[in-house]
């Protein structure tokens, strides 16, 4: 466009070229440009044939004048277009005078550039069709099927397996020389039966289709057909498969035959459909391709007769693939389109094309496959059927699942539809969310580097001071001690204090304390500035002297000799002790004394992750979720890769309504550790949260092909082993699940198919889709959310509460009397097994970390999981969420289930002690926990079935039976609830020196407890020990003893003995 400066001041516009262009009657119209601005029709171009290719060369030039006085002005041009109309001329008809027209559509051009200062620009413009116009579905992106065919299949006689890898060919006919049909660079390379995702991927499979595809006779495509997509094509595909799961894939047998001579030849249409013979048809599951990050979905898929009925159901396809493509291919057979005599098999495949938006490009493969030949007899013959079978009937196709006839094929994708995301990615969202904490670094200073150098300072100025004494009296007189009368102290004394003045010794010590002294008034009391008054002065040199006072003494005492100091020696508790208390706490109901337990193994290791799960787990059963969100995050920002903890916080995440940073945690675990089942489950339970069925069934999908693999590994693993160790490989690929809740804390379009051969029948090992749809409906109905009930009374007393128990990790135990290691032996029948399912498994770690509010979820889906169903554990953890509940009436039912079906496991009979002990039936219950500890194997919650065993022997005065039972109870798992249920057990065997070990060892675990300090009493006054019987009284005043038969015990012993209550 060119602006020329003369009179008139013309505007030349100029249309050089067309592009992609097309018309009404064919590829080559001819067409013809004009020009309009302000309502004004500026010229036509020359009429010009378009080529072949969609170009045309036009070099039309119009013009047109504009002035600021008037006509066209300045602002026209600034507000107002070109308008460049294309138009085809159609060609005349016969009998017509005038040529007829047609609008193909319009570009618009911007002269606003021309006010800008520019004399002349170049610029290319699109060209909009008008509605109806040829060029509309360029540009629209109209939807069409576009069905690929695969044909020229080789029969294999059998005897040898198809080497790999091998070439792939090209989908095309007549190529002449005999290597120019393969694709360069392009391989079958197979692959492991176990990473399909088809029908025929399981173990027992494995045999059937190593001789399918080796001895029997086959047929081999080994052909590859390609496509590309475009975006809106791409949109288009996941649509479809969204819409509708399975795709057919249709295969045929079309017999060679030789067309007729002579152009009067014809075939109807009924006799081109009669050609089509043994119809089959295979459904491929393409939901996989919206999983995120896949790409590929291969496998092997059984062949079943084609009736129209069961198509539509399966694939809402409403008429065959060969409908309109049957006549093609007779056609073809006829002039020699087969290059083998024997029958083909045709594959097909739907495909929808669509255009506009981004590009991007997909290659998609579909491997060819084998078809048996025994199967089908008759396809040798070459005499064509003359009806096609009945729509609701199909023998011909029957002989497919007689023979287990199946087809191998591939579809690939050069980018997955779904992008997945990177696990860098995910790994900086949760670091953005919680910041790892590393260990702060110590301070050199502060406040106790303060008192530690006055500590320091002191030690050394009294170490001098006692070497001066024993200079000026010797170190014979020091060790008369308290022989020494107080005239010869006090004369030394006098003697010392004269000598450290007069050598200037007692001003050199000032001096030496004098810094340390300063920098407490500057580090703790933080007195940096003048005092303002002098009363505040003095108030504080009293309350430093009182504070440098008592640090000299600490000091002192530090380096006193240990013959001298006396100092009573104390049992240091465990990390494992502290847990199994808080544990005791949690069974009594007695939540406050458990969070000192948990609290204390912060405080004593702040940065091992593991106590804070645990505390989390605590804040969980509590129902203070706002906490446990602080404790497990606390503990991922120790450990941003510990998957545990990454799981929790997406459970809590979700109990708060935080879906997206759920989905975070969820995919960040998978991504760390992609063999952890729970990690999987509990990624496909969000997606049901979030009602997105296709990736909920990719993650439970993935989490059976984990927990089938960990199987399979474990059974290789116990074929190869013998003798003992044999049990301990095997538990090792579980021991996350022995140990504690935390582990160790450490489209295509494009397809090419290749039709393989049978395969037995058998269900994949993938989860069917009718059990996932099922699930998906009823899991509404059965998500009850279950808490743990708190105490409106919480005690320490030994009688546990109404709460159920939950299972105490294997852990050793360091006693003041025991040095060994102690365990609490989970059972065999309880959580150390493998599970058989992805759901019983996630099922376990709610259980173990009380997130309950997820089990009834699970439960469901662990019924209809057709590896699942009603089990023995399933009813088992349904009586306990019940117990939580305090119903007692169906988890009595569910117990009796239980039992029913395994009535040798230990586990049912524990639980339904605690039922009966819960519900005061205590008869019942001793019968149970007797018959649970009879057992060869243990239960997993044996430490407190000794203890409610142990008490009922006390209730009922078996004193030899409890005492037994609390022994157990001791060596297994010492608490100060065994050393006290064994202590009482002796007291009323009058075996006092014992009761008086046992309950002292139970003091020294808990000196708060008001029972031990009761019984230490009676002990005491028993033994006719004053000064021990009333200090033990005294506490059990000061601990508010509950038990008023008990105080009333001490009351009547202490009136008979005379002595043990002071206030009398």
């Known amino acids: ?140 992106g109209v939807k069409k099927d576009y069905p690929i065919l695969f044909k020229n299949g080789t029969l294999k006689l059998g005897g040898e397996r198809e080497p790999v890898p091998r070439p792939k060919k090209w989908p095309i006919a007549n190529i002449l020389a005999p290597g120019a049909n393969y694709i360069p660079d392009s391989f079958i390379v197979g692959g492991p039966y176990e990473e399909e ?57 079309v017999p060679l035959t030789t067309a007729p001579k002579g152009k009067a030849a014809k075939f109807d249409k009924a006799d081109d459909e009669g050609q089509l013979s043994f119809h089959g048809v295979a459904y491929v599951n393409m939901v996989p391709l919206l999983y995120p990050g896949v790409k590929r979905i291969r496998g092997a898929f059984h062949i079943y007769p084609y009736l129209d009925s069961t198509v539509y159901e399966k694939t809402k396809c409403l008429f065959s693939l060969f409908r309109d493509t049957g006549h093609l291919l ?112 110590r301070r050199t200073g502060g406040a106790q580097k303060a008192v530690s150098d006055y500590h320091m300072q002191i030690k050394n100025i009294s170490r001098a001071i006692l070497d001066e004494y024993h200079r000026m009296f010797g170190k014979q007189v020091a060790k008369l001690g308290s022989n020494m009368d107080s005239e010869t102290v006090e004369e030394q004394k ?110 004593r290791e702040p940065q091992n992750l593991e106590h804070w799960l645990d505390y989390g787990a605590f804040c969980l059963l509590t129902e203070d979720n706002i906490k446990a969100q602080e404790c497990f995050r606390k503990a991922l920002s120790l450990n941003q890769n510990h998957i545990q903890s990454l799981l929790l916080c997406g459970v809590l995440a979700v109990l708060m309504e935080k879906y997206e940073q759920a989905e ?52 290789v693993i116990k074929q190869r082993s013998t003798g003992p160790f044999e049990y301990i490989e095997e538990g090792g690929k579980v021991e996350e699940h022995s140990l504690g809740p935390w582990g160790i804390t450490n489209g295509s379009s494009a397809t090419a198919m290749k039709a393989e051969t049978p395969a037995g029948p058998g269900a994949p090992t993938s989860i069917p889709d009718d059990f996932l749809e099922e699930s998906s409906k009823l899991l509404s109905d059965s998500q009850e959310h279950i808490l743990p009930a708190q105490s409106q009374d919480p005690t320490v007393c030994q009688k546990p509460s109404n709460i159920l128990l939950k299972e105490i990790p294997v852990k050793k135990e360091i006693s003041k009397c025991q040095d060994s290691s ?23 770690f709610l259980m173990k970390v009380n ?87 243990d239960a997993s919650e044996m430490h407190f079935i000794f203890l409610r065993l142990g008490h009922i022997y006390l209730e009922e005065k078996e004193y030899e039976k409890a005492k037994k039972t609390y022994m157990q109870a001791c060596k297994r798992s010492p608490s100060c609830l065994t050393w006290l249920g064994l202590g009482i057990a002796c007291y009323r065997l009058e075996e006092l020196t014992e009761a008086e070990d046992a309950l002292s060892e139970a003091n020294a675990l808990n000196n708060y407890n008001a029972e031990v300090w009761a019984y230490l009493a009676l002990v005491s006054l028993k033994a006719g020990r004053q000064v021990e019987a009333e200090q033990a009284y005294k506490y059990t005043m000061k601990l508010k003893l509950k038990d008023k038969a008990l105080l009333a015990e001490i009351h009547m012993v202490q009136e008979a003995v005379g002595f043990g209550n002071p206030s009398f």
Not at 27 to 55: C, H, M, Y
Not at 213 to 227: G, Q, V, Y
Not at 698 to 712: I, P, T
Request: hydrophobic share 35%.
């Open 1 to 140: 466009m060119e602006q020329v400066s003369s009179t008139g001041r013309p505007v030349q516009i100029t249309v050089t070229d067309g592009y992609d262009l097309k018309g009404f009657k064919g590829d080559t119209p001819v067409t013809f440009i004009r020009a309009e601005f302000n309502q004004v029709v500026l010229g036509d171009s020359a009429k010009v044939t378009v080529s072949p290719e969609g170009t045309a060369k036009y070099n039309f030039t119009s013009s047109f004048e504009y002035s600021p006085e008037g006509g066209i002005t300045l602002d026209d041009l600034a507000h107002k277009p070109v308008f460049l109309t294309m138009t085809e001329v159609l060609p005349k008809e016969k009998k017509q005078k005038d040529e007829k027209t047609l609008i193909l559509g319009q570009a618009v051009v911007d002269l606003l550039p021309l006010l800008e200062g520019e004399s002349s620009f170049e610029t290319m413009v699109p060209l909009h069709p008008v509605p109806g116009s040829p060029l509309e579905p360029l540009r629209s």
């Open 197 to 253: 995702e088809g029908e025929l991927n399981r173990p027992e499979d494995k045999e059937f289709r190593n001789q399918a595809e080796s001895i029997k006779k086959r047929i081999i495509w080994d052909l590859e057909s390609r496509c590309y997509l475009d975006p809106p094509a791409v949109v288009s595909l996941q649509k479809r498969i969204a819409d509708c799961r399975f795709w057919p894939v249709e295969i045929t047998r």
């Open 330 to 441: 007779t056609q073809n057979n006829k002039i020699g389109g087969f290059n083998s005599p024997l029958s083909k098999p045709i594959v097909s495949k739907n495909l929808k094309e669509e255009k506009t938006v981004k590009e991007k490009e997909l290659e998609g493969r579909l491997r060819p496959g084998d078809l048996q030949a025994p199967s089908i007899k008759s396809q040798s013959s070459d005499t064509p059927l003359e009806v096609e079978p009945s729509p609701s009937h199909n023998p011909e196709g029957q002989q497919y699942i007689e023979a287990g006839t199946y087809i191998v094929l591939e579809i690939q994708l050069d980018r997955a539809l779904v992008p997945k995301r990177m696990p860098e990615e995910l790994a900086k969202r949760v670091k953005e969310m919680i910041p790892p904490r590393p260990p702060l670094t």
């Open 494 to 603: 006098c003697l010392l204090s004269y000598e450290l003045n007069c050598s200037g010794k007692y001003f050199a010590f000032k001096e030496q304390l004098k810094h340390a002294v300063v920098k407490i008034v500057r580090e703790k009391y933080l007195k940096t500035t003048p005092f303002e008054s002098q009363e505040e002065l003095q108030t504080f040199i009293s309350e430093l002297y009182v504070f440098l006072v008592d640090q000299m003494h600490v000091a002192l005492n530090q380096t006193m000799p240990d013959d001298i100091q006396g100092a009573v020696s104390t049992i240091y508790t465990s990390s494992e002790q502290l847990r199994l208390f808080a544990f005791e706490a949690e069974v009594n109901e007695n939540f406050e004394m458990a969070a000192v337990y948990y609290e204390e193994r912060l405080v």
């Open 664 to 715: 975070i945690f969820f995919e960040d675990a998978t991504c760390l550790e992609p063999t952890n089942v729970v990690a999987w489950t509990l990624l496909g339970l969000y997606y049901e949260i979030q009602n997105n069925d296709i990736r909920m069934e990719m993650a439970f999908h993935e989490g059976f092909k984990q927990l089938q693999a960990r199987m399979l590994q474990a059974q």
């Open 822 to 844: 102690t365990f609490l032996h989970p059972s065999p029948h309880g959580v150390s097994q493998t599970p058989a399912t992805i759901f019983m498994e996630t099922i376990r």
């Open 851 to 937: 997130a309950v509010q997820y089990v009834h979820r699970v439960l469901a889906h662990e019924l209809l999981c057709p590896q699942g169903g009603p089990s023995c554990e399933y009813y088992l953890v349904l009586a306990q969420t019940h117990l939580l509940k305090k119903d007692f009436a169906k988890a009595e039912e569910y117990l009796q289930h239980a039992a029913q079906m395994d009535y040798l496991n230990p586990n049912v009979w524990g639980v339904k002690g605690h039922l009966y002990f819960l519900s005061g039936n205590h008869a019942e219950a001793k019968a149970c926990y007797e018959r649970t500890i009879s057992f060869v194997v």
